[in-house]
């Protein structure tokens, strides 16, 4: 899978890549990293792999500290176990305490905290639960499993206000809020410590989507119309903290056509800025396409032009794009693409090919 | 399908089958009623069937009384168009009043109104909703379709106070207190003249275990944890006005296992008076079962033993039952059985066989 879709992160409009650590087993060593890095760039040398840590026990603040040191992250993802992919060996959301030696070194660093920002669902059974004032307020679910989270992402920054830390994938009008609130009192110019990512998929899919369209399935899941409207004000209005990430998950079809356990996780790299151009356009927003996809995060990494692999710079043209029904390939893998079929208006063209 | 399942019904401890008409092309004359009973009588004689009609501008008030008359019908349903599998026929839930001559009709000969109780989904996009008081309060999405539904509910049994109406599979803890409400205040052995139907697979389903499980995807989708306390609540409570209905939807396995367009459905059948004792056993209220899965039921429909085609009876039993992985047939037919590979602990044994 690796082989077959690296390269469509270029083809998708993108120069750099930040690349998740949850495989199996998770990235959790320098050398993983080191050659999952080396990989990566033979594959598509002209794309800049940011590389990340597992957030879990086996990370010793020495041993991020030796990372930070050699460049070999440029963050670490903290995954609530149990709640996406490969995340059984993530961290209990509910007390972060045991990592605030390893958070005090990516303070330090600069390294970046990833935070898959849901808890873990917890239900009541009937019996447990008093039925005169059984409003569900103590149940968690994966429609509210965001919003419950977003009080530890409050403390987080507080107990670490020079951490930089991004809200990965956020899907709710309150994860916006909240994001909004904690860059509230910025002075101007001044950079914000807590941002926000959002996909491309989200800025399209409501709950209604996923149900019964398994390809539209992913951790957190698309949430309510008004979640939606609410992101897509957030990646167009400007504002530094909401940055594009794609959250691209390219699992084989296979495993998105079956009846129960299905993969999470939406394919978009293939037409990744074509996808957010599309959203953007659609409220006459495209001036503000720039500083989502590109100039912010940049600036919140601490990237420069300089620090690219490559210079090339991609141009959006207006031009009609069709997204393939299935990506295919010859050992038979196949990718099911965000929106297949659909006709888009808004392709890419690089600078040098 | 029809020959496959039909013998399940007996073998799910059911003796009296209500059989929904969203077939292909839907039924809505006399001779398809008639037809799909005696088809259905040949492939199960000791089951009962009482058969329904599509509610659709093909439904003349002469038709119902014809039908009613003949002993066709027993009810007629009412699908929103668009909301579930073959409901393109149906109706616009915001507007009854087309219906209210044949109403009337089946006021007149006690012929039961089934509403499939969701309105279609209304999205609004980003340009027409004003920011500032984005609160969603104008959306109509999968987990508040119902809840939107109910004022149509109360308005029909108010215009048609004599009218016996069912909402069917209700999904929600707002469902419950609706029809709570219109039967608060029915007088001591007074006759409730709106009733809700609730499934098997409901009393155990949330919204996360449809979340990338289509074998779980049915229409109403499950909802949230305190609505399944709800619903487990108010089918235990022994209130005559929530009676089991399985809403058993038999899809080949080949139409649960795609990335699109699931069929909505849950099956239900072969093991349905077992998963519901499973559930009250749960919270210990077997003692409310018979009331609910049968007596409350057939005092609403006016059924008397007599009217069944057979008057054996079943007798639950503790022994386990494992559900099978997969039902399959000769002709390749397949279907996932709700809960398959569980344990169960309740039994049915018939007085003959």
Chains 1, 2 share one sequence.
Request: proline letters at 6%; aromatic letters at 10%; charged letters at 25%.
């Amino acid at each position: 899978m690796m082989n077959h879709i690296t390269p469509h992160v270029r083809r998708g409009g993108v120069s750099l890549a930040y690349i998740m650590p949850n495989l199996t087993p998770p990235v959790t060593t320098i050398e993983q990293a080191t050659n999952y890095h080396k990989e990566l760039q033979q594959i598509a040398p002209k794309t800049t792999f940011l590389m990340t840590f597992y957030l879990c026990r086996d990370l010793t603040p020495e041993l991020v500290e030796e990372a930070a040191k050699k460049g070999v992250i440029a963050g670490i993802k903290c995954y609530p176990a149990g709640v996406t992919t490969n995340s059984d060996a993530g961290v209990d959301p509910n007390d972060f305490s045991a990592f605030y030696p390893v958070f005090e070194v990516m303070s330090k660093y600069g390294i970046v905290l990833n935070l898959h920002g849901e808890k873990p669902s917890v239900k009541k059974d009937s019996q447990t639960v008093d039925a005169e004032h059984d409003d569900g307020s103590d149940d968690i679910h994966v429609m509210n499993a965001e919003a419950h989270f977003l009080p530890a992402l409050a403390k987080l920054h507080a107990d670490f206000p020079e951490l930089k830390i991004v809200l990965e994938h956020c899907t709710t009008k309150a994860a916006v809020d909240a994001v909004d609130a904690i860059n509230a009192n910025l002075t101007q110019g001044e950079a914000p410590k807590v941002v926000a990512s959002i996909t491309a998929h989200h800025l399209f899919l409501t709950v209604d989507d996923w149900a019964g369209a398994p390809m539209n399935f992913c951790k957190p899941v698309a949430k309510l119309p008004m979640d939606k409207r609410a992101l897509l004000r957030a990646a167009t209005s400007g504002k530094p903290w909401f940055i594009f990430g794609s959250d691209s998950a390219p699992h084989d079809a296979s495993k998105k056509c079956v009846f129960k356990g299905v993969c999470a996780g939406v394919y978009t790299q293939t037409y990744a800025l074509s996808y957010v151009a599309e959203a953007f356009d659609s409220i006459g927003k495209l001036d503000k396409l720039k500083g989502f996809v590109s100039e912010f995060g940049h600036a919140f990494y601490g990237i420069k032009k300089e620090d690219l692999v490559c210079q090339d710079e991609v141009t959006l043209v207006e031009k009609p794009v069709n997204v393939e029904e299935m990506l295919e390939w010859d050992d038979g893998t196949k990718v099911i693409p965000f929106l297949e079929g659909a006709k888009l208006h808004w392709d890419v063209e690089w600078s040098s090919n």
